[in-house]
Nanobody, 122 residues
Framework: QVQLVESGGGLVQAGGSLRLSCAASGRTPSTYAMGWFRQAPGKEREFVAAISRSGGIIDYADSVKGRFTISRDDKVKNTVFLQMNSLKPDDTAVYFC??????????????WGQGTQVTVSS
């Protein structure tokens, strides 16, 4: 069983930055494609960013392009980061880390973290 643990959320003023981390624990014999989704109160869950198993393919939602950066830890397998800059109040949400066998299956990923709250004040 694989567990994903997120950290790094918190309260920040608009224009500020936060860095989220996600580490997989448990039995992780494989390298997973990983990504981030978010869900704001009263809204549906939405895709934020994803990175392929090798790190060679990266994708972002249009709403975060140019502001957020996803990356993998070169030394620790199945660990990803989400650097969030120029944060806006609209970025306020619970952010979830996900892991799957490929980028194509992230939407229906088997493994999800418990979520970390990001709150951006205006």
């Amino acid at each position: 069983q694989v567990q994903l643990v997120e950290s790094g959320g918190g309260l920040v003023q608009a224009g500020g930055s936060l860095r989220l981390s996600c580490a997989a624990s448990g039995r992780t014999p494989s390298t997973y494609a990983m990504g981030w989704f978010r869900q704001a109160p009263g809204k549906e869950r939405e895709f934020v960013a994803a990175i392929s198993r090798s790190g060679g393919i990266i994708d972002y939602a249009d709403s975060v392009k140019g502001r957020f950066t996803i990356s993998r830890d070169d030394k620790v397998k199945n660990t990803v980061f989400l650097q969030m800059n120029s944060l806006k109040p609209d970025d306020t949400a619970v952010y979830f880390c996900v892991a799957a066998g490929s980028l194509a299956t992230l939407n229906t990923a088997q493994y999800w973290g418990q979520g970390t709250q990001v709150t951006v004040s205006s």
